[in-house]
């Protein structure tokens, strides 16, 4: 029981217009959950249109539950949502549009995670 | 001699649909085994699309060979291809719609590969 | 003072068709710079049109620069410029037709990159 518990980041950089890009992180993310790692999801860039209120509910994809239902799973799996603040005001997004689970930080906030990290995924 | 052999894993996150993003980690995975390493390609979301039979001989970029041609190379050089299972879920696609050489595994697979490999390379 | 300079390196693989991709590695790698770190940004595949001469002056994004402001603060800052060499092949550009700041490697590059760096980020 010595190993230190492992961390993985899961980075979305693709919004909800590329649909087809959105369930793996929340999907691998719970995985990593039940394998007892840690895991976080940085949105970045058009991905933190994924986090704005509202949106996931639209996204639905095959014979799979709608991406709110999958998103939902996975902050109830304890997985930690944090959202690119440089990446809201390029995107002309404010504080107040995003669900009150995802945490907005600074630009400095990615580069130190990767370096913490056991590994990070690129979506 | 003494040091491990390392291993590059190269993870394909688009499709068929962006043909200029498939070429590079074929090339990328010839190189590293070319360079002394191994090298293994996981094909994830849209980019399991790729090795759907009948779908890389239609994409041909440039003066570059068809990506069939690449991707066969890319096989006889020992490259492993392994295929997201969720991924041809969510597509709705069958097993015995792939190439023959990719290997169809499961999520948690991603997440314990990108921990062992010495690096992750994202497409 | 002991501890060795961390290297984070930036792969831009989307082009001046997706715009709102082209902003996070130039603000990363300079916030890299500003923590101490040295930084690399990496141009392969579609990329490699980012750093074609007269591009980036046309990309311009909600209140922010021109992306070739951005570029031009990231090189002032030291962070180095790759472009892909088979990228620009792929795409049938010439070395002329890049920013001089951008040197073109091979392919060989990125893969003896991504395993001596401390962090890659894909973009």
Known sequence: MSEKKKTMLY??????NTPERLYS?????????AMGMDAKIYFLGMGVTVV???EAEKIQMGS????????????KAGVELL?????????????GDFIPEAKIVGAATLN???????????Y
């Open 11 to 16: 980075v979305q950089t693709s919004g909800v």
């Open 25 to 33: 992180p929340f999907v691998l993310a719970q995985t990593a959950k």
């Open 52 to 54: 704005k209120k509202g």
């Open 64 to 75: 799979f539950p709608t991406l709110k239902e999958i998103m939902d799973q996975t902050i």
């Open 83 to 95: 959202v690119c603040g440089q990446s809201t005001q390029l995107l002309n997004m404010q504080r």
């Open 112 to 122: 130190g995670l990767v370096l913490e990290v056991d590994a990070t995924q690129w």
